[in-house]
T-cell receptor
Framework: DVKVTQSSRYLVKRTGEKVFLECVQDMDHENMFWYRQDPGLGLRLIYFSYDVKMKEKGDIPEGYSVSREKKERFSLILESASTNQTSMYLC????????????FGEGSRLTVL | GENVEQHPSTLSVQEGDSAVIKCTYSDSASNYFPWYKQELGKRPQLIIDIRSNVGEKKDQRIAVTLNKTAKHFSLHITETQPEDSAVYFCAASIGNYGQNFVFGPGTRLSVLP
C-alpha cells in the first residue's frame, strides 16, 4: 500500500517561530509537492521538487522554503510563522509521466497564534 | 498561467439522483484532467481522470467528459449514494512535462437520504 506520511497532524505555533513540516514517501516517486488548502480556495501549490536537491516555486511560495536532501523526504519550512499561514498543509508525491496519480499525505493542520 | 474554475461550489442532491460538476480551464496546453475526492477529515484521492485525446471515460457510476475546444470538463455521478458526500476537486495539468496541476476551488456534494 502506497504511503505518504506527514510528521505532524496538528501543530500550534506562535508568531515568529520557525516551523518544520516533514513529508516522507515510500513509492520512489520523483516528484513531490507541498500544497496549502483553505476553504473556498482549493489546493494551492507552494513548492514542488522533481528531483533530489531540485525545487521550483509554485503559486504561493512567499514566506516558505523547502528542502529535499533525499528522494523520499521533502520538508516545508516557515522561517518566521505568521497568523496568515494558519492553514492545512498537504504533501503529495507522484511518479514522472503525464498520467501519474498524485498521492496525498493526511495533512498537517497548523495554527499560528 | 492556468486558471481552473469549478461550479457549483456546493451541490445537494437526493439519494439516487445524478450530480454534475463542471470545470473550465484556460491553458490549451493542458492535456490531463484528474478528479479528486476528499471525504471529511481525509486526504484527497483520485477517482477518475481523462487525457486530452479522449472525449469521455466511465468507471461504474462515475464518468468524466472533456470538450477541448470549449476548454471544459465535467464529472458525472449517477445513482448517488450517501458515501458520495465529499468535496470534489477538478484539476488540469501544467508545466513542460505536465508534472504539476492547477486545482479548482472544489465542490461540496451532499447526498441527502
Amino acid at each position: 500500500d502506497v504511503k505518504v506520511t506527514q510528521s505532524s497532524r496538528y501543530l500550534v505555533k506562535r508568531t515568529g517561530e520557525k516551523v518544520f513540516l516533514e513529508c516522507v514517501q515510500d513509492m520512489d516517486h520523483e516528484n513531490m509537492f507541498w500544497y496549502r488548502q483553505d476553504p473556498g480556495l482549493g489546493l494551492r501549490l507552494i513548492y514542488f521538487s522533481y528531483d533530489v536537491k531540485m525545487k521550483e516555486k509554485g503559486d504561493i511560495p512567499e514566506g516558505y522554503s523547502v528542502s529535499r536532501e533525499k528522494k523520499e523526504r521533502f520538508s516545508l519550512i516557515l522561517e518566521s510563522a505568521s497568523t496568515n499561514q494558519t492553514s492545512m498543509y498537504l504533501c503529495a508525491s507522484r511518479p514522472s509521466g503525464i498520467t501519474g496519480e498524485l498521492f496525498f499525505g493526511e495533512g498537517s493542520r497548523l495554527t499560528v497564534l | 498561467g492556468e486558471n481552473v474554475e469549478q461550479h457549483p461550489s456546493t451541490l445537494s442532491v437526493q439519494e439516487g439522483d445524478s450530480a454534475v460538476i463542471k470545470c473550465t480551464y484556460s491553458d490549451s496546453a493542458s492535456n490531463y484532467f484528474p478528479w479528486y475526492k476528499q471525504e471529511l477529515g481525509k486526504r484527497p484521492q483520485l477517482i477518475i481522470d481523462i487525457r486530452s485525446n479522449v472525449g469521455e471515460k466511465k468507471d461504474q457510476r462515475i464518468a468524466v467528459t472533456l470538450n477541448k475546444t470549449a476548454k471544459h470538463f465535467s464529472l458525472h455521478i449517477t445513482e448517488t449514494q450517501p458515501e458520495d458526500s465529499a468535496v470534489y476537486f477538478c484539476a488540469a495539468s501544467i508545466g513542460n512535462y505536465g508534472q504539476n496541476f492547477v486545482f479548482g476551488p472544489g465542490t461540496r456534494l451532499s447526498v441527502l437520504p
